[in-house]
């Protein structure tokens, strides 16, 4: 069974570009989370969608966004990059919350803004 | 204060000892996460808990609700053990679906 798979596994951009990350969760979970493990940083929750829906999203801008494709596939989008956004963006996927299910994560995708 | 505190910080064992790494929490829960992080970046779950204890080969994970404490302890340690290992919480209510996280607890295993 492949695990969740995330892509690109590196991203180099500049200041002000726009940046997208994808996340492909693990055959029949339908929740999706992202999460920013800043350098020095632990972890902080970014976006949890599930069904399709955003059901909740963290203390960040509202330049970071996202969607999930019918698929359950997800994008992760940040707009006007700025240079604290580098960092390693983790997905996860899981059944639905009400199972109380694990986490499955990703290998993350490293951002590095210029 | 953080939500979920992990001690220690870093933790540094010879080959073969018994590790044990604390996690307290100051919100309700609905779940217990330990995860372990090796240096690549990519996160493998080891145990989902919300009561007692389970366990994993040398890996054991205990919970205690009333006192919103976990430990996690790994017997026979050795040096492939070596990684950060992080306490994350599903916080039930406002925050429900996200996990929150400790800091970390970077062991590292001497041969």
């Known amino acids: 069974e492949a695990g969740v798979t995330q892509s690109p596994t590196h991203l180099i951009k500049t200041r002000g570009q726009q940046a997208t990350l994808r996340c492909s969760p693990i055959?029949?979970?339908?929740?999706v989370y992202w999460y920013q493990q800043a350098l020095g940083l632990g972890l902080q929750f970014l976006l949890w969608?599930?069904?399709?829906?955003?059901?909740n999203r963290g203390n960040f801008p509202p330049r970071f966004s996202g969607r999930q494709f019918p698929n359950y596939s997800s994008e992760l989008n940040v707009n006007a990059l700025e240079l604290e956004d580098s960092a390693l963006y983790l997905c996860?996927?899981?059944?639905?919350?009400?199972?109380?299910?694990?986490?499955?994560f990703g290998d993350g995708t490293r951002l590095s803004i210029l | 204060k953080n939500e979920v505190e992990q001690s220690p910080q870093n933790l540094t064992a010879q080959e073969g000892e018994f590790i044990t790494i604390n996690c307290s929490y100051s919100?309700?829960?609905?779940?217990l996460h330990w995860l372990q992080q090796h240096p690549g970046g990519g996160i493998v779950s080891l145990f989902m808990?919300?009561?007692g204890k389970k366990k994993h080969g040398r890996l054991i994970a205990t919970i205690n609700i009333q006192e919103k404490h976990s430990s996690l302890h790994i017997t026979a340690s050795h040096p492939r053990d070596s990684a950060v290992y992080i306490c994350?919480?599903?916080?039930?209510?406002?925050?429900?679906?996200?996990?929150?996280f400790g800091k970390g607890t970077k062991l590292s295993v001497k041969p």
């Open positions: 996860a996927s899981s059944f639905r919350v009400k199972a109380n299910q694990p986490q499955h």
């Open positions: 055959s029949g979970h339908t929740s």
């Open positions: 969608y599930d069904e399709g829906e955003e059901r």
């Open positions: 919100v309700g829960i609905s779940a």
């Open positions: 808990l919300s009561s």
């Open positions: 994350a919480v599903e916080n039930y209510g406002g925050s429900q679906g996200n996990l929150i």
